[in-house]
């Protein structure tokens, strides 16, 4: 029963993690609210990290949802990227 409940919970955080926005919404918060110091690029290494880790959990990779997985790796460091530009423009 355990691994049942280990199971649901794994695959309910995994269907959360799915979608490439969610993704990208965490990277442009680290970028908006840290800009670029060491903490942030910390915690963006941890992500992709956790990115890495993310893609091994869904196991080999299918056609119908290949493309929108990779994606979510790229849309995270390009919204960090976003936030922290948008942090240095709102800052002059």
């Given at each position: 029963?355990?691994?049942?409940?280990?199971?649901?919970?794994?695959g309910?955080?995994?269907k959360?993690?799915?979608?490439?926005?969610?993704?990208?919404?965490?990277?442009?918060?680290i970028?908006?609210a840290l800009g670029?110091?060491?903490l942030?690029?910390?915690?963006?290494a941890?992500?992709?990290?956790l990115?890495?880790?993310?893609?091994s959990?869904?196991g080999?990779?299918?056609?119908?949802?290949?493309?929108?997985?990779f994606?979510?790796?790229?849309?995270?460091?390009?919204?960090?990227?976003?936030?922290?530009?948008?942090?240095g423009?709102?800052?002059?």
């Amino acid at each position: 029963m355990l691994a049942r409940i280990q199971e649901s919970r794994v695959g309910a955080v995994l269907k959360k993690l799915d979608s490439w926005i969610t993704w990208g919404v965490i990277g442009f918060i680290i970028g908006l609210a840290l800009g670029v110091n060491d903490l942030s690029v910390w915690l963006l290494a941890i992500g992709l990290g956790l990115f890495i880790v993310y893609l091994s959990l869904h196991g080999p990779a299918k056609r119908e949802t290949e493309g929108s997985l990779f994606a979510a790796g790229g849309v995270f460091m390009m919204a960090w990227m976003a936030g922290f530009i948008l942090k240095g423009l709102l800052s002059l």
